[in-house]
């Protein structure tokens, strides 16, 4: 499984982006997919996953009802729309993707929000 993040930049607080993940290979496999993020001197840390069918969603605390995770399957792309961000949200952010004991990582994009 291949994964490609696009959609960060440069944001001013309260403004709002959206980031994609498209996934191609063997993502029949995919079970998990979820959006991870890791600021400079932290740990990376879980923001957003969705489980196959979208039936079930979980946010990190700091991001409910900020950040909303959805998985478009036909297109095999994942998307993280987030609102009012703050300077705290600035990090790089990974998508991942879990299935059959296998997790794969994207590169990553950058998300910078002043303030």
């Known amino acids: 499984v291949q994964l490609v993040e696009s959609g960060g930049g440069l944001v001013q607080a309260g403004g709002s982006l959206r980031l994609s993940c498209a996934a191609s290979?063997?993502?029949?496999?995919?079970?998990?997919m979820g959006w991870y993020r890791q600021a400079p001197g932290n740990q990376r840390e879980l923001v957003a996953q969705i489980f196959r069918g979208g039936g079930r969603i979980n946010y990190a605390d700091s991001v409910k009802g900020r950040f909303t995770i959805s998985r478009d399957s036909a297109k095999n792309t994942m998307y993280l729309q987030m609102n009012s961000l703050t300077p705290e949200d600035t990090a790089v952010y990974y998508c991942?993707?879990?299935?059959?004991?296998?997790?794969?990582w994207g590169q990553g994009t950058q998300v910078t929000v002043s303030s």
């Open positions: 991942n993707a879990w299935g059959r004991g296998l997790s794969y």
């Open positions: 290979g063997s993502t029949f496999s995919i079970d998990v």
